[in-house]
């Protein structure tokens, strides 16, 4: 199967009916790239052979033959799909500057939310994509050293632990995969983009808020502004090829910050961080 | 049989042919030198020839994303080597590098589009223990070896166990010599040190002279381990030999060299596969002279459908029949190469059992965990790919 997602092409290569079942259920609406088309990475996602398939099933990736991962038990085989996906762009593709995080839209601006694991902002982004916010990214910022601007990959979003049932209540709607347990992240499941989203795949956008969400419980929603210099050394902390693109790095993200206001953002309730961003974006628009 | 037709070595033979590829020969010739690690001297080569621009942008992507890479890979090389120096310096021994590291110090045409992930550096049996000593004061350790890796380094490897830096994650490999203690070939690693040359543009790091050079690549792809970067290892030694040994009188006195140091099968068997795989020019004397490290005529069929299929990719699309088979074969002769069959066996099944996850191995495989410490590549060079 050749899948586009945004400006890359993936070949996916893979036996298995549960993953295939998974990229049916989140992909669908996905164009599939004219068979002429360049494929990007070759990918593969299979059970190992031998003695191990009896004993102690294990799903293997392999991009070209190129094995980056240790296996992982068979029953994980989609999520080391999505990652090896991640991997394929964020060590290959160079012609962007990339930042861990995730980046939605609203009226042409986009929110970049860079974070480590573990924040609460996969919870964030996915609901903002629920009430309206296009997503381009949950996990890969991708930045045109070129243009400043943020393409699109419009992949599922993945889910951890607790966020699953936060995110099934939030928006009961919303098509989440069966949860993956004990993986090294915990639980995981995902989630398929919105409409919106997937309308808007081919559409850029020009960076505008950087809001480093923090999930504390019972706490009250707090917006707190960052200096320039520190909003710009957290996306370096973020970044996966920021040293390796040397000068073009620094100019990149330099233009990044021209354009953006760096926020803290402390939250427990869902609703209420969005409605103030979303009060943000339309004060912005008023203007 | 005949062996399968590689779309790679032939572009790279023929840049000119590149840009009138079809897209489906663009995804397999990336694909053949991603899986070799030959892309970079494929984005190279097209670059030098000026033929990058004529590329459809969708494969130039990917070549121009890889030339990139290396360019920061130059220069995080010549600030570890000065880490590297400083600690050398310390322990007043002269710092000799060797293969990747050596190639890009010292400015050789390998080193121009190949990375390479360890710093790999030469020294005399006795100063191993200062050396060790001196670098782990200066951040390098290795730690992430379980007993039995240390043990089987120490006691039978002709290096000490990978040292990592704690901070800048570079990984140093000090050899006291070129193959293992236990393998059939013994170079003396003196004579090696004696002849080493200092680098044109920063004379203090030293590496080893032209033919030494050549001499160690070879008996590093055909007797040192496995196969698993044959083809790069290969136009690493055409580069070499073609910059290196320009007249009759340095072809005699490579050959004169590899007789010297007892390496005049490795070096048979490179010239050997430089002419059938990458079809280079050997001089016809040469040949004759080396001739006699040949096996009988049955052997060398046996040997060239071996070495000749380990040479090409391992990608779906140069395999046949045969494939699967010649990689077994040639990792068990790396092992054979290394060490006497009382060793090997017990060591090989060792291997094999931990690799089905069987026997429990907290280190072994250097793969990285899906995703795991993702973001701060703020370290002083690349990540691992």
Redesign the interface.
Known sequence: MRLQTGPFVF?INSPLPKVAESLHLLYDAFPLAEP?????F?VRIRISS???RV??P?SI?D????????P?PGKQAFA?LE??M??CI??????FLI??GAVLEKHGRAILLPA??GSGKSTLCAALMCRGWRLLSDELILIDPETAEIHSLCRPVSLKNRSIDVMRAFAPDALITAPIPDT??GTVAHMRPSATSFAGIQDHALPWRVVFPRYREHSATQISPLSRADTFMRL???????????T?GFRTLARVIDRVQGLDAEYSALDDIIARLDALVAAEVAR | MSLPACLLIETLLAPERAPVLT??E??TL???A??SQLLIRLATLLREQSLLQDI?P??R??L??SL??H??QL?AVRWEVEHLMLAFRQAEIPLVLLKGAAYAVAELPPGRCRMFSDFDVLVRRDQLERIETILMMHGWSSADQNEYDQRYYRTWMHELPPMRHILRQSVIDVHHNLIPDTARLRPDPERLLAASVPCAHRPEVRVLCGKDMILHSAVHLFHDGEFDHALRDLFDIRDLVAHFITDEDRWRALIARAEELKLSQPLHYALRYLQRTLRVNIPHAVHTVLRRNEPGKLGVGVQDSVFGRGLLP???SCDDRLSGLARTALYIRGHALRMPPRLLLPHLLRKALMR???LADPAA?R??????G??????GR??R?
């Open positions: 070949r002429d088309a360049f494929a990007d070759h031998g003695l191990r004993l102690r294990q990736f991009l070209d033959g190129i094995e980056p991962f240790k992982l080391l990652w090896g991640n991997w964020y060590s290959h593709a160079h012609q930042i861990h480590p694991s090294s992240k370096v902390d973020n970044a996966f090829n920021y040293t390796l693109l040397g073009l | 897209m489906a663009w995804e990336i694909g053949q991603r899986a459809p969708a494969p992507r990917h121009e994303s990139r890479l360019q920061r220069q391992k990608h779906g089905s996850n069987l495989p793969r990285q965990e899906p995703l795991a993702a973001a701060t590549s703020t370290a690349p990540r790919p």
